[in-house]
């Protein structure tokens, strides 16, 4: 009797950390929802996935402490111990993670910035430079195709012509 007892208060145990472990995962979801807003079907796929996740750990928990069989206190510890999360330490989780993950976003964009601040500031230099010769260019381009179409000359290729210059070149190797 008292081997029993003792194994059956363990497995309660462990489902209370099931279920607390489970709702600190749910948080974590949270947090990402908090950070982009995410849209409703990728919020219900979330939500679906969750709940798999959820059931195998409570499974998992229950093979590991009671040989895979399923009781109901291992159920109302698994919801006693997601509760016991959420009164105690889901808001300060919840505010603090937030907080956390939007502070690494912002460090490491500055990062990012202090990085690439020498690109950006070498295209900036370059870009009236470049702007400038590339319209010089295309205004002498302008004027080469004017020059050409003024002197009646054809300057497009046409497929019908590439063929035929291809199959002369094919033809004139076959009877070498």
């Not at 007892?5 to 974590?28: N, R, Y």
Request: proline share 2%.
């Amino acid at each position: 009797m008292y081997n029993s007892v003792s194994v059956e208060s363990v497995f309660f145990l462990v489902s209370l950390g099931c279920g607390a472990m489970t709702a600190f995962f749910f948080d974590l979801f949270r947090i990402s929802r908090r950070i982009k807003k995410t849209p409703d079907v990728v919020v219900g796929i979330e939500d679906i996935l969750f709940a798999v996740a959820a059931a195998l750990i409570l499974f998992f928990g229950a093979y590991l402490k009671n040989s895979g069989e399923i009781r109901w206190h291992g159920f109302i510890g698994f919801l006693c111990g997601g509760g016991i999360y959420a009164v105690t330490v889901k808001n300060r989780f919840l505010r603090l993670g937030t907080f956390l993950v939007e502070l690494i976003i912002k460090l490491v964009l500055k990062f990012l910035q202090l990085i690439l601040f020498p690109i950006v500031l070498v295209f900036r230099l370059l870009k009236k430079p470049v702007s400038v010769v590339a319209w010089y260019t295309g205004r002498k381009l302008r004027k080469m195709k004017k020059a050409v179409r003024r002197s009646g000359e054809r300057t497009s290729i046409r497929m019908k012509n590439v063929r035929h210059i291809l199959k002369r070149g094919q033809n004139s190797h076959m009877k070498q």
